[in-house]
């Protein structure tokens, strides 16, 4: 599976990403300061059509929603909890927490994406006065692996390939102390734990997939023994993905992908909104479940939002959006300890 054009392709998706996000920023969907510093010649552009700003708003704001509740829920009390997002990309989402209302509450947020994606993203974070002055000092920013990583208070940007055995390539990032703090991991065994899987599984086999949310099942399992009374730490985790794509339209959307020779590997795991829970209840999740971005729209986004976001922009193809956001789904799940017996009875 290492075709370098196929992998070269599947990078790119990053800046469709970034690209749409600094469109409906621009176009007022959302806020963000942060995503221009993140793309090159933000300012020149041009907007994305009404329908990827209309369908970047849902997904964006649904999954800020569920981590702000996730933060709220698991770091009361001064207590600190860490965020890893997998196959980040130019994502901007740390730097838009750590100037929030949780920024206290991030001991570590931890971005994991291709070297040639993460090198980028160093020189642009190195480059930029406004996204560097919230990582810390000039000396809290440290730069590793060639360039490939960087590391500073409570961000870490790290370059792995995702569908390698974790335990032979995150592992040895992840499970490892930094030199100035030999004592503790970049991810601790101890603290309420958020996985974030924006747009990524979907580049991956079923197999890696499973794979990787597996080893940090582990990860926790395993560090419960010495580090957490009564039992391993809680684990959540959210995935943003395309589902249902053997339909009439989804057909339509893997020729676009292979237009653009992004070929998905392996055959669809979690072909319906019903079996997308499937992805963390396997691994012994306590409790998940998935909403499609059209049943976002409709039924969880309030109804002045709404009427704000239908005034920014004329959308002709209403129906073309809905048939779009019936095929992108949320999953979110959290594994609390102590939970693994009575769930594993599910896989
Ligand atoms: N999560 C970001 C967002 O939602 O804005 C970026 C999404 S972009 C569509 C997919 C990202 O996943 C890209 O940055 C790509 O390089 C990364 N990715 C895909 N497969 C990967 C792999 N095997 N290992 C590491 N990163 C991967």
Sequence with gaps: YRNQDSDAAIRLTDSDAALARLS?????????????????RAHLQPPRPPLINIGTYVRSEAIDNLIDEWLEISCQDGK????????AGSDSRFWRLATGPHKDKLAAYIEVDF????????????????????????????????????????????????????????ATFLAKPLSDNP??????????????????????????????????????HQGSSSTVAGGHAPLAGIVYEMFGLRDAFGQVMLNNL????????????????S???????????????????????????NHSELKRISSLEMLDEVEELNLVLE???ITWGIKLPDASDAASNLS
């Design 327 to 329: 095929h992108y789904g």
């Design 183 to 220: 004592s503790n991991p970049i991810l601790s065994h101890s603290l309420p734990t958020l996985l974030i899987f924006e747009c990524v599984l979907v580049y991956m086999s079923p197999e890696a997939s499973s794979a990787l949310i597996q080893w940090f099942v582990d990860y926790f």
């Design 275 to 301: 079996s997308l829970p499937h992805r963390f209840l396997k691994h012994g999740f306590t409790t998940c479940h998935a909403l499609s971005l059209r049943e976002i729209r409709r039924h969880y986004t």
């Design 80 to 87: 600190k909890c860490q965020l890893v997002s997998l196959g």
């Design 115 to 170: 070297p040639d994606v993460t090198t980028k993203k160093a020189m642009a974070l190195r480059k930029s006065r406004e996204l560097s002055a919230i990582l810390g000092s000039p000396e809290q920013i440290k730069i590793s692996h060639g360039g490939t990583a960087l590391h500073a208070k409570n961000y870490h940007l790290l370059p792995v390939d995702l569908r390698l055995p974790p335990s032979e390539s995150l």
């Design 24 to 40: 409906a920023v621009k176009k007022g969907y959302m806020q963000d300061p942060f995503i221009k510093h993140l793309i090159p």
């Design 258 to 273: 292979k237009s653009r020779n992004v070929v998905l590997p392996g055959a669809e795991p979690y072909p319906t909104i």
